[in-house]
């Protein structure tokens, strides 16, 4: 069993997360145990119609911040069984910051919030997340094997 346990084996096991990273431009900034940030730096491609962050950008985000507070530093692989985001204001700055915390740690099942923030302090979203356990990590990039 393989337990991912510095920062950049995080970030190289989470580079396999194309869709966050290479698509949407995520990044990790922090991870430790149960807990994360990460940041989008917003272009126009992240904006929608009436020019302000799409909502699926910010879930994006959200969703990947608590992907690596729930699998960093752990041998355990959890995905997200259900999410719940509210939006709460429009962005006003250029830095989106998704901040995830575990309220709750369980065998098989745990509960987290992420908060997502600009860099001006503007609360723009809160998501609450079930993570159930699927099973445990056998080696650190288990992705990669499936990438052709």
Same mark, same amino acid.
């Given at each position: 069993?393989?337990?991912?346990?510095?920062?950049?084996?995080?970030?190289?096991?989470? @580079?396999?997360?194309?869709?966050?990273?290479?698509?949407?431009?995520?990044?990790?900034?922090?991870?430790?145990?149960?807990?994360?940030?990460?940041?989008?730096?917003?272009?126009?491609?992240?904006?929608?119609?009436?020019?302000?962050?799409?909502?699926?950008?910010?879930?994006?985000?959200?969703?990947?911040?608590?992907?690596?507070?729930?699998? +960093?530093?752990?041998?355990?692989?959890?995905?997200?069984?259900?999410?719940?985001?509210?939006?709460?204001?429009?962005?006003? +700055?250029?830095?989106?910051?998704?901040? @995830?915390?575990?309220?709750?740690?369980?065998?098989?099942?745990?509960?987290?919030?992420?908060?997502?923030?600009?860099?001006? +302090?503007?609360?723009?979203?809160?998501?609450?997340?079930?993570?159930?356990?699927?099973?445990?990590?056998?080696?650190?990039?288990?992705?990669?094997?499936?990438?052709?």
């Amino acid at each position: 069993m393989s337990q991912l346990s510095s920062l950049k084996e995080i970030r190289q096991f989470f @580079a396999a997360d194309r869709f966050a990273t290479e698509v949407t431009g995520a990044e990790i900034r922090l991870a430790e145990p149960g807990r994360s940030v990460c940041a989008l730096t917003l272009t126009p491609r992240h904006l929608n119609a009436a020019g302000t962050p799409q909502g699926g950008a910010i879930f994006t985000l959200a969703d990947f911040a608590f992907a690596v507070a729930a699998n +960093g530093y752990t041998e355990k692989i959890t995905i997200s069984l259900q999410h719940d985001i509210t939006y709460l204001a429009p962005a006003k +700055g250029k830095i989106l910051l998704a901040e @995830a915390r575990r309220v709750k740690d369980g065998r098989t099942a745990g509960f987290y919030t992420v908060d997502v923030t600009d860099e001006l +302090g503007t609360h723009v979203a809160c998501m609450t997340v079930n993570g159930f356990v699927v099973g445990k990590r056998k080696k650190a990039t288990p992705y990669l094997d499936k990438i052709s």
